[in-house]
């Protein structure tokens, strides 16, 4: 069961580049979502996705950019890269649900260095 | 605002002692409060869940109990073996008509334990 795949799973990145991070998860999950993991921080949420086509800002949105296009799928975005930008990204996803009790899959991170 | 603070870490216990992360939070409302495990390397996956006040979550030995008198979520373990050596978040998720299963998590509590 592949459950939620991220790709890559290591990149470093020079200051300025861009770069995009695939999320792809065969569960047909409505929701999607991106993560940023910090040191002392746990994990914060940079954009989510409660369906095709659409996308809103989490808690730390600066940045970064993403798109839905397909179910399957929610892309994370880099245009200019920085130092600020280093950090683990995990990709999560979840059923629709009319409650918040509903369990978030998790794929393995991509750990981003920007130098 | 929402939020959770957990225990600072990291906790070393050797094999078979008694394992408690202190989870306090804050939330309009009633969420519901999770706990989830990042093993090495890996991403993170769910490890007990409640949903309502009083509500024990259980699963590998684990249970933590939802206490809305205190607002806290404590994780135990009576007896931790080496392999229970990970990272451990406390997380809460919003009820609500703008929920969307977003999570918000503590600082995470690194848990080592010795043979």
């Known amino acids: 069961n592949a459950g939620v795949t991220q790709t890559p799973k290591f990149r470093v990145l020079k200051t300025g580049q861009s770069m995009t991070l695939l999320c792809a998860q065969d569960m047909n999950h409505e929701y999607m979502y991106w993560y940023r993991q910090d040191p002392g921080m746990g994990l914060r949420l940079i954009h989510y996705?409660?369906?095709?086509?659409?996308?809103a800002k989490g808690e730390v949105p600066d940045g970064y950019n993403v798109s839905r296009l397909k179910k399957q799928n929610f892309l994370l975005g880099l245009e200019s890269a920085a130092p600020s930008q280093t950090s683990v990204y995990f990709c999560a996803s979840s059923i629709r649900t009319g409650g918040p009790n509903t369990e978030a899959f998790f794929g393995q991170g991509t750990r981003l260095t920007v130098v | 605002g929402n939020s959770v603070t957990q225990m600072e870490g990291p906790v070393t216990l050797s094999e078979e002692a008694f394992l408690t992360i202190n989870c306090t939070y804050t939330a309009t409302g009633y969420p519901s409060l999770f706990w989830y495990v990042q093993y090495p390397g890996e991403g993170l996956q769910l490890l007990l869940k409640a949903t309502k006040a009083d509500d024990k979550g259980s699963n590998k030995g684990f249970e933590a109990t939802y206490r809305k008198e205190t607002t806290s979520f404590h994780l135990e373990k009576g007896s931790v073996q080496v392999s229970d050596s990970a990272v451990y978040f406390c997380?809460?998720?919003?009820?609500?008509?703008?929920?969307?299963?977003?999570?918000?998590f503590g600082q995470g509590t690194t848990l080592q334990v010795k043979p």
């Open positions: 997380a809460l998720s919003a009820h609500g008509s703008s929920n969307t299963g977003k999570l918000i």
């Open positions: 996705s409660v369906g095709e086509g659409t996308t």
